[in-house]
């Protein structure tokens, strides 16, 4: 391993990353493959190791024959951008392991195309004259990503080194030096960022421009060959389809996209699960095909009914519609007749090993006894399996694959096992009941699925999945992982999350705090933004990586700032006196639902009384004031949002001298000063009465550490104050009219949805997310 850090430092990778790296086994191997492969041992330029480092995570694994070659391009600077390395990937998926036309490749790469500086400045000039007075009005607040996608779709090959630096130059041109203003935080920002709703909808991220189903193949193709499975005993398999069997496969299904979506019914799907459909509903929508929503019901004993509902509801929840949907327990019946043919043509048999002894001898790579029995006696056993002859547990059907694979999962794999449980959707007709990786990939024959998509977890089955097909003379569909979606501080496996709900750490499977989908709903949470962050984080390879929590929430704030009308709720309500105000005086004001809410649209405000009894946030009053405090101190001005200036009169304490108990205040009804800082406040509704109570339940990361799953005792890490109840906010009058779903923003605060539990006495609001971004800042 020291050898390789060395080596991995050499091209210029820094020294975080080179250890990264080294802590992760298949991307360390296939980095010093590429750096042998590329000839480059004794060290490169930082920019050419970071492309090799980019080919050693992302090469598509059915073209490997033209690795060798691509990093020809790649060292000789022939390529020598991202930009050009991505086009490369792109086309290489598609050519699979067939010859190379070069001249097609160079041109889909840019090869040789120089684009000059003086090209580049008259895009970038052209875009800034076309952008010029978004970009006066937005000064330094302008995403730069936003100006960079630009140029890159007029010139994709452009240096973006060349690029970066002319656009901050003609920033500067334009702009000048930054201001105070432009250095104002987030609150400022907040206020300027919402300028239209209808122009924000027709803004794209760089994130959102990419398509991230280009790599994938067209059905027609899939007679290429991009997986080959290799044997201790014979010839390599180059899983492809015939001519025959793929016209077969065409003329059935009219040359259209088929994919699945195939969760388990015994458990609560999570974001995860958000991201595979993402990638199984988005290609076959994307491509105007279809997507089985497909049960993989093959263990009677786990699915529950409560799940069905529940994945049904969600995949509509999130967008998606299903072409069909269909239990693999509907194809018992083939997967039985096919399980008798597998064992007719020699590649099945029935063992009578105990899990312990299969699992031993898996260890030791030792044939099962019974490996090698007559066809003939298979075929009678296994019938007697069927009929309920054999006791459970004493015979199972296995696949006769390869014991001396480098492949674990080629060690004959069961095929079938007994359990004398009747089966929820197929009934009592079985009491043998096939496993997961056998009827996984028949299925997926049967129905004829184009593309079989799953999370690298998955990726040493593809050998077992295209042996199968292979060994049934069965179609075969076009296999492909992608990285599974990790998320800090919380987890997402199946048992944890289950023991967490069943042992009450949550509150069930909707609590807010879980990464469950129905858990992300009851925060406030939308599909929209979900989609959003999915498709942000694309559809890689990259094992094993981590996303930041603040990553969603940035996705989260951006869709509920457009969508999320305003409001005002104190938490901690400190009582303020008007003492110029009469106290019978109750002013009706208008308060606006969007910060862009035009005058003469009536509908865009609510009321809010103002009375000589207002109250603000605890915090936001202080007995000693400060340069750097916007809040409330004794003979300071504030501006309470929508109403008026207020000036600090007097401080009423409690009899421990240090508590503030009430404050009294005059207010400027004429609004002649102007103070910097802006509250905001819920004022009694008529003289003696309090305002609206509502519960307000703030959330946050369910987790102390950003990895809780890697932890020993990872229940130990759970976040004591992941949440934090208050059962007696003030709101003003015009929530009590709030639904079940409804969201707002809670002006200076946060993001907030109507809770399931509220009742019509006391409404319940849960908090989605703060307002504080500090990934949208950091992307900036």
């Known amino acids: 391993m020291v050898e390789a850090l060395d080596l991995f430092l050499k091209i210029g990778l820094d020294k975080r990353t080179a250890e990264n790296t080294i802590a992760?086994?298949?991307?360390?191997?296939?980095?010093?493959?590429?750096?042998?492969?590329?000839?480059?041992?004794?060290?490169?330029?930082?920019?050419?190791?970071?492309?090799?480092?980019?080919?050693?995570?992302?090469?598509?694994?059915?073209?490997?024959?033209?690795?060798?070659?691509?990093?020809?391009?790649v060292v000789s600077s022939k390529i020598k951008t991202p930009a050009q390395l991505e086009a490369a990937f792109a086309f290489l998926t598609v050519t699979g392991s067939d010859d190379l036309d070069v001249g097609k490749f160079e041109e889909a790469c840019g090869v040789g195309v120089e684009v000059s500086s003086e090209e580049i400045e008259h895009t970038v000039d052209e875009m800034f004259e076309e952008k010029k007075s978004a970009i006066l009005e937005q000064r330094y607040r302008t995403n730069v990503g936003d100006l960079f996608a630009h140029v890159r779709k007029k010139q994709p090959w452009a240096d973006p080194k060349i690029v970066k630096q002319l656009i901050d130059t003609k920033l500067f041109e334009l702009l000048g030096e930054k201001t105070a203003a432009d250095n104002e935080k987030p609150v400022k920002k907040k206020k300027e960022k919402?300028?239209?709703?209808?122009?924000?909808?027709?803004?794209?991220?760089?994130?959102?421009?990419?398509?991230?189903y280009l790599i994938f193949p067209a059905p027609e193709e899939n007679y290429k060959v991009h997986t080959e499975v290799f044997f201790s005993d014979r010839p390599v398999l180059?899983?492809?389809?015939s001519k025959e069997i793929l016209e077969k496969h065409l003329k059935k299904t009219g040359g259209k996209v088929l994919t699945r979506f195939p969760p388990e019914p015994n458990g609560y799907l999570h974001i995860g699960h958000a991201k595979a459909m993402f990638v199984d509903f988005g290609l076959a929508k994307e491509r105007g095909g279809g997507c089985y929503l497909r049960y993989d019901d093959t263990n009677p004993e786990a699915e529950k009914k409560e799940y069905i509902d529940h994945i049904e509801e969600i995949v509509s929840w999130m967008g998606w519609k299903p072409f069909k949907?269909?239990?693999?327990?509907?194809?018992?019946?083939q997967l039985y007749d096919l399980a008798v043919e597998l064992i007719r043509r020699g590649h099945a048999y029935v063992d009578h090993q105990t899990g312990d002894e299969i699992k031993e001898y898996r260890e030791k790579k030792m044939n099962s006894p019974w490996r090698d029995r007559p066809i003939s006696e298979s075929l009678k056993l296994f019938n007697d399996m069927k009929n309920g002859l054999i006791e459970e547990g004493k015979a199972t059907l296995r696949m006769k694959?390869?014991?001396?694979?480098?492949?674990?999962?080629?060690?004959?794999?069961?095929?079938?096992?007994i359990k004398f449980t009747p089966h929820p959707h197929a009934g009592d007709k079985w009491c043998i009941y096939p496993s997961y990786d056998y009827a996984h990939c028949i299925v997926d024959s049967l129905e004829d699925i184009t593309h079989s998509l799953c999370t690298l977890e998955f990726e040493t089955r593809r050998a077992s999945y295209y042996w199968l097909l292979d060994a049934l003379s069965l179609y075969q569909p076009y296999v492909w992982e992608y990285s599974r979606l990790n998320i800090t501080n919380t987890v997402m496996s199946k048992r944890k999350?289950?023991?967490?709900?069943?042992?009450n750490y949550v509150d069930g499977w909707d609590d807010p705090r879980l990464m469950t989908l129905a858990g992300l709903r009851r925060r406030g949470v939308t599909s929209t933004a979900i989609n959003a962050f999915v498709r942000g984080i694309g559809i890689t390879r990259s094992d094993g990586s981590m996303i930041r929590l603040e990553r969603l929430e940035y996705h989260v704030r951006e869709e509920l700032n457009k969508t999320a009308s305003r409001t005002m709720v104190v938490l901690q309500p400190l009582k303020v006196v008007i003492t110029n105000l009469e106290p019978n005086s109750v002013i009706d004001l208008d308060a606006k639902k969007w910060p862009d809410a035009p005058n003469d649209d009536a509908s865009s405000y609510y009321k809010v009384p103002f009375s000589n009894v207002v109250y603000i946030e605890q915090t936001d009053f202080r007995m000693k004031d400060s340069k750097d405090y916007y809040g409330l101190a004794p003979g300071k001005t504030v501006l309470l949002r929508y109403a008026f200036p207020i000036k600090c009169t007097e401080v009423v304490l409690s009899d421990d001298k240090k508590t503030v108990v009430e404050i009294h205040a005059e207010y400027d009804p004429f609004k002649k000063t102007k103070p910097k800082g802006v509250l905001h406040w819920v004022a009694e509704p008529s003289p003696g009465v309090d305002p609206l109570k509502v519960e307000v339940r703030l959330f946050d990361k369910l987790f102390l550490s950003e990895n809780p799953g890697e932890l020993d005792n990872w229940l130990d890490d759970l976040n004591p104050e992941s949440k934090v109840i208050i059962p007696c906010a003030y709101a003003v009058p015009a929530l009590k009219f709030a639904e079940v779903d409804d969201k707002f923003q809670f002006e200076r605060l946060g993001y907030f949805v109507a809770d399931k539990d509220s009742t019509p006495e006391k409404l319940i609001f849960n908090r989605t997310v703060t307002l504080r971004d500090n990934y949208g800042k950091a992307t900036k």
Do not use: W
Request: glycine letters at 2%.
């Open 24 to 73: 992760n086994n298949k991307v360390t191997t296939n980095l010093v493959a590429v750096i042998n492969e590329a000839n480059v041992t004794d060290g490169c330029e930082r920019s050419t190791g970071n492309l090799l480092y980019t080919v050693a995570t992302k090469f598509p694994t059915n073209a490997l024959v033209h690795r060798p070659k691509l990093l020809e391009y």
């Open 194 to 212: 919402v300028v239209k709703v209808e122009e924000d909808k027709t803004k794209t991220t760089v994130e959102e421009e990419i398509n991230p």
């Open 238 to 241: 180059r899983a492809c389809n």
């Open 325 to 333: 949907i269909t239990y693999t327990s509907d194809y018992f019946q």
């Open 401 to 417: 694959q390869d014991m001396q694979s480098d492949n674990f999962n080629m060690y004959d794999l069961i095929a079938y096992r």
């Open 497 to 503: 999350l289950n023991r967490l709900v069943t042992e």
